[in-house]
């Protein structure tokens, strides 16, 4: 709507009606762009958005979550839409609880944010089947992303579904709702090529059918490097600032940057440096980008059998800016905020000038944004990996440490280096909480349960589903209803074989695409044996017990996540393809090809019994001694709600692997394996160079995830049911519920550290110079009760372990602790009146602080 069509209805319109006019219009948003940024009603913006799915969360954490990142400095939260999780089966739809997606757009729309809608369809995003429906793959003549008319039709069907939902909500920003881009396809441009002919019709298709719905909000396929017009095609990777789209019209959007990587069950777990975030973020604006997304800035839960894979962890975590929990991690969170305030200053700056590139030395450069007015904004960058430097830049001198950009929204005051991290690091722990006697007797186990039990059959429970001679697909045949498929046979042993007196057993050995198994003869377990993240195929190979005349096979297939990406991903299988037994007089029995009995899913599952209304559905066993190191056993027991409002996550590390529920909701898979022998962890991280997911490692050894994240909401105020399917034998009375919980503060502040506060900035004292300042602060409704250590000198280590250094203020705890005893938080500034500056005077010092919070 033109400007002038509006002042004649003005002129026309009565006042009532013209109240109406306007409150529907000036809401309205017209969203367009350009090379340099998008363009909002004719003003430029730039934006920093942040990845949060909301089937990743709960509802109950939605405002929260939402909140604490507009307080890091985002404008926007973007997220995919879960198709698999709305269409359950063909046109049956979903969208309670945590697949509200109405609901959660409102409150980013309440919060006063931004949106942008990847609808997909498909996702990846480590989501189980890359987040299409399972049962599409079974529709004849569906191939999943290609020029497939089913997969097509359903494709559309689905994303008009999603479109018209948001539109009858007047959620898009052209209807004055949050919704300011929206996105089809993902990342396939790099395989679009493996499909072929159908790989580009197919693409094209995509964006004719998007560009079709009329949105009113620009679209943008990720990774697609021929994305036709007007559709913008944006950047996915650890680093984007050499990224340019494929238009000169389109502006340089950067859709998925990694703050950090997911894990899988059995690997080690990723982190990425704070500084490098922070490094490719700046990078990313100094060279004209002008939309940056976090992916993932909370990442979550994986809940129930949501998790891609296969072996994705069901932490989701990501080493996120907001952790799985939903507590902000530090420094992370608190680094990339001040960031966020540095990029903001320049925001005018940036998209109204064309940058002027200035070397500074051989790998170090400016980019200055400035214009005739005197308006300038300059991003210092020093891509060196290993030295630091100190470059001149009009006629002023600044020190760049290795691999960071200085942030300078006057050209001269430098506000934010990307390698300072003054933010203060928290320190979290997981307490142990009982579970709450229910029972005080001698009824109980170490956590003081009472528990019930019920012992699944081993092999086929009720009637088989079918007989075969030879093996089916495990994925074919359970069409992911449930993890399990049993496949059982018998074997008829003579009494003269040798093994059965020489004492030597006969050796199993089954081989598998995947992706865990255990094996059981005659009702005995004799082995598991799983794949791993890279290589989900695997054998087993272990002795096991045969008797003379009849022998029951029974071998359970578990699938841990389907595969969530890579080209044709939905024809990858999984489950039995060879089993032989070695050791007979004959030599190696070969039973592959043996009549099979096929029996889908476990007997508990089909009966419910892990949710409420289907408890009673099997006659549980009483026990005072619940058993222990036994396969395929459901637990129950009554739990008492955690007291207090921290998270929670269920400790699991007794337990071998399964699944667990809390009245019903899925609390997801469980499986505490430990990392490789062979896997090594760096013992420093050093942020210098390009990352990549290994580089920075912790838990080498460890379980991959002992701690599984509960909601509070979950919880009823009593008489909570939490329910555990163990799959090849743990210790129940081992298990416990564990708060998270802030115990702690540190910070790290150098002499060296940019001395002008973005917020006084804006209050127009631009350049004011104050002293480098610890900001600490502990969670609401604690103080800081004590301070474990402080040096002003130069102490060095890392929070939990500092140590003092050969130059120390021995006055620095009484500093500190007169500042900051008792309080929630405090500031203390590296000035003459708190430390004694001429400390070893040429010295660049610093301070360094623990505080315990209670
Ligand atoms: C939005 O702005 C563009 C560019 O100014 C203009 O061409 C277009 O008509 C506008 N759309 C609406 C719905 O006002
Ligand atoms: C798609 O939706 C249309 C119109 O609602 C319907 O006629 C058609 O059967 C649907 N197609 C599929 C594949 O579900
Ligand atoms: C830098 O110094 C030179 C010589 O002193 C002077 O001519 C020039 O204007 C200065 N430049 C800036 C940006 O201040
Ligand atoms: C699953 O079944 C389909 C036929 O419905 C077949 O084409 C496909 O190869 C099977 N997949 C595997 C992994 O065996
Ligand atoms: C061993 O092989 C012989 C010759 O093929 C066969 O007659 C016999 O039945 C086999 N014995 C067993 C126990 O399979
Ligand atoms: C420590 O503080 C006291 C008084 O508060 C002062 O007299 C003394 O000089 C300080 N020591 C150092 C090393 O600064």
Known sequence: MAEKNISTSISMAPLFLLFFYFSALSLAVNITYDSRSLIFDGQRKLIISSSIHYPRSVPG???????????????????????NGHELSPGNYYFDKRYNLVK?????????????????????????????????????????????????????????????????????????????????ENEYGDIERVYGDGGKPYAMWAARMALSQDIGVPWIMCQQYDAPDPVINTCNSFYCDQFKPNSVNKPKMWTENWPGWFKTFGARSPHRPPEDVAYA??????????????????????????????????????????????????PKWGHLKELHKAIKLCEHALLHNEPTLLPLGPLQEADVYADPSGECAAFLANMDEEHDKIVVFRNASYYLPAWSVSILPDCKNEVFNTAKVGSQTSVVEMIPEDLQPMVTSADKGSNNLHWDIFVEKTGIWGAADFVKNGFVDHINTTKDTTDYLWYTTSLHVDENEEFLRNGKQPILLVASKGHALLAFVNQELQASASGNGANSTFKLESPVSLKAGNNEIALLSMTVGLQNAGPFYEWVGAGLTNVMIEGFNNGTIDLSSNSWIYKIGLEG????????????????????????????????????????????????????????????EPIGRYWPRASSVYDECPSECNYRGKFFPDKCDTGCGEPTQRWYHVPRSWFRPSGNILVILEEKGGNPTEIKFSRRRVTGV????????????????????????????????????????????????SPSGKCGSYSKGDCHDPNSTSVIEKICLNKNGCEVALSEENFNKDLCSSLTKKLAVEAVCS
């Open 281 to 330: 973020v700046a990078r990313f604006f100094q060279k004209g980008g002008s939309v940056q997304n976090y992916y993932m800035y909370h990442g979550g839960t994986n809940f129930g059998r949501t998790s891609g894979g296969p072996f994705i962890t069901t932490s989701y975590d990501y080493d996120a800016p907001i952790d799985e929990y939903g507590l902000a991690r530090l």
């Open 605 to 664: 599952e089909h009966l419910n019994i892990y949710n409420p209304n289907g408890l009673n559905n099997v006659k549980w066993v009483s026990t005072s001694d619940p058993p222990k190191n036994q396969p395929l056993t459901w637990y129950k027991a009554i739990v008492d709600t955690p007291p207090g409002d921290d998270p929670i996550g269920l400790d699991m590390l007794s337990m071998g692997k399964g699944q667990a529920w809390l009245n019903g």
């Open 61 to 83: 954490m939605w405002p929260e979550l939402v909140k604490t990142a507009k307080e890091g400095g985002a404008d926007a939260i973007e997220t995919y839409v879960f198709w």
């Open 746 to 793: 540190c910070a790290v502040i150098s002499e060296d550290f940019p001395t002008v506060d973005p917020e006084s900035w804006h209050k127009g004292t631009n350049g004011s110079k104050g002293k480098p300042t610890v900001h600490l602060k502990c969670p609401s409704n604690t103080v800081i009760s004590s301070v474990k250590f402080a040096s002003f000198g």
């Open 104 to 184: 959660f757009v409102k409150i980013v729309q309440r919060a006063g944010m931004y949106l942008i809608l990847r609808i997909g369809p498909f996702v990846a995003a480590e989501w189980n089947f890359g987040g299409v429906p399972v049962w599409l793959h079974y529709v004849p003549g569906t191939v999943f992303r290609t020029d497939s008319e089913p997969f097509k039709n359903h494709m559309q069907n689905f994303t008009t579904f999603i479109v018209n939902m948001m539109k009858r909500e007047k959620l898009f920003a052209s209807q004055g709702g949050p919704i300011i881009l929206a996105q089809v």
